[in-house]
């Protein structure tokens, strides 16, 4: 019989902010915090680094990429608990400046892992949210100024109040094909690619949250953020804030109180309300 307990998960956490998430929860979250991760060494070695500051969190294998890993992921959790009551939504990738691979490679991979995997992740585990559950999209301010790079077109179907995740999954794709065709810049789209992913991830959260205030299930809040530019491996370590200052956000968005009504569909950065574009 599967326990009432509360449950958090982080995806992408055996490092950097995601690692810092999940040791911020443990000390401060009322419930079960589960570390996550592609590789189960590195995600077990985490956990053994996590358990030596004398935290407890729990481990499952989960690549957003795979979506026959979050599935299990997902029959786990409703076996186990019934239910999630935080998720936050870590996972991503950014190329490395003097990446040898081609801004084509580069488009097709940043927006299939950090907007088409992430939503696929929402897909599968909305279903469990319980009220009162909360949901962190890690996102980047590199959106706020890739959409100003945009066309005036493309800004407008971006931030179009009546825009939906079919139309924005197409507005992405067409990204990655004229990125492939070397048209992306004729076609009016940033000539940045993770900057086009996190486009993605800002407008996808828009859209869940708008859509989730349609739900019967209450006080399910949804919101994007930035870490901020945090000294990690995304980075090559020249960010200016450690891993739990980038943390400090996201922590904050995963605990809002009951009946939080802002930050609610928002994009937040140093736990303010960003404008966006």
Wanted: glycine share 8%; with cysteine; charged share 25%.
């Amino acid at each position: 019989m599967a326990s009432n307990r509360k449950v958090a998960l982080v995806t992408g956490s055996n490092k950097g902010v995601g690692f810092a998430v999940v040791r911020a929860l443990c000390k401060s979250y009322d419930g079960d915090v589960f570390l996550t991760s592609r590789d189960v060494g590195r995600g077990q070695a985490a956990i053994a680094d996590l358990n030596k500051e004398g935290l407890q969190p729990k481990f499952h294998q989960l690549d957003i990429s795979d979506r026959s890993s979050i599935e299990r992921l997902k029959s786990f959790l409703q076996f186990t608990y019934g239910g999630l009551d935080v998720l936050v939504n870590n996972a991503g990738i950014a190329y490395q400046e003097d990446d040898p691979a081609s801004f084509s490679e580069r488009a097709e991979v940043t927006c299939k892992t950090n907007f088409s995997a992430t939503l696929d992740v929402c897909r599968v585990l909305f279903p469990l949210l319980r009220p009162h559950a909360r949901v962190v999209n890690v996102s980047s301010l590199v959106s706020q100024s890739a959409i100003t790079r945009c066309s005036p077109a493309v800004q407008g179907r971006l931030k179009d109040p009546g825009l939906t995740m079919g139309s924005l999954e197409k507005i992405m794709q067409e990204f990655v094909y004229a990125a492939k065709a070397g048209t992306h810049r004729d076609q009016g789209f940033a000539n940045i690619p993770y900057g086009m992913s996190k486009i993605g991830v800002t407008a996808m959260s828009f859209i869940q949250d708008r859509d989730i205030r349609k739900d019967s299930r209450e006080d399910i809040v949804i919101n994007a953020c930035s870490p901020g530019r945090v000294a990690t491996d995304m980075t090559s370590n020249k960010g200016t804030k450690t891993i739990d200052e980038g943390a400090d956000t996201l922590v904050y968005l995963a605990l809002l109180p009951p009946n939080t009504t802002s930050p609610r569909g928002n994009l937040v950065a140093d736990r303010r309300i960003q404008n966006w574009g």
